[in-house]
């Protein structure tokens, strides 16, 4: 196997994926044939709901990390209202929340 170079081109067909989804608008993402929609987790599945955070106090925290201070930031997506966190059998009190975080809280 060659050696991994981070800043050779992709290969085309990689690029034209990119791009289709890059421009495309949340609302086609579900009409996309070509996207995978899994099915719901089974009633059987190990995960639980242990709790629900709402927005305030997300905001709270990711403000905390972030750093910021002074005017109030919006973090979430305008339509996270709560999120659920999950804790699964096999690990009792490692939890989970499933949801997108914030743009300038993510690792490069």
């Excluded at 085309?12 to 996309?32: C, F, G, S, T």
């Excluded at 099915?39 to 639980?48: Q, Y």
């Amino acid at each position: 196997m060659d050696p991994l170079d981070p800043h050779q081109r992709p290969p085309d067909a990689i690029r034209a994926v990119y791009k289709k989804y890059q421009k495309m608008k949340a609302h086609e993402l579900d009409r996309d044939p070509d996207m995978i929609q899994l099915p719901p987790m089974p009633a059987d599945n190990r995960l639980r709901v242990v709790r629900r955070i709402q927005r305030k106090e997300l905001n709270a925290a990711f403000q905390a990390f972030a750093g910021d201070t002074g005017a109030h930031t919006e973090h979430l997506q305008p339509q996270t209202s709560s999120v659920l966190v999950y804790e699964h059998h096999d690990m009792p009190g490692k939890v989970a929340a499933f949801t997108q975080t914030p743009p300038n809280n993510r690792l490069p």
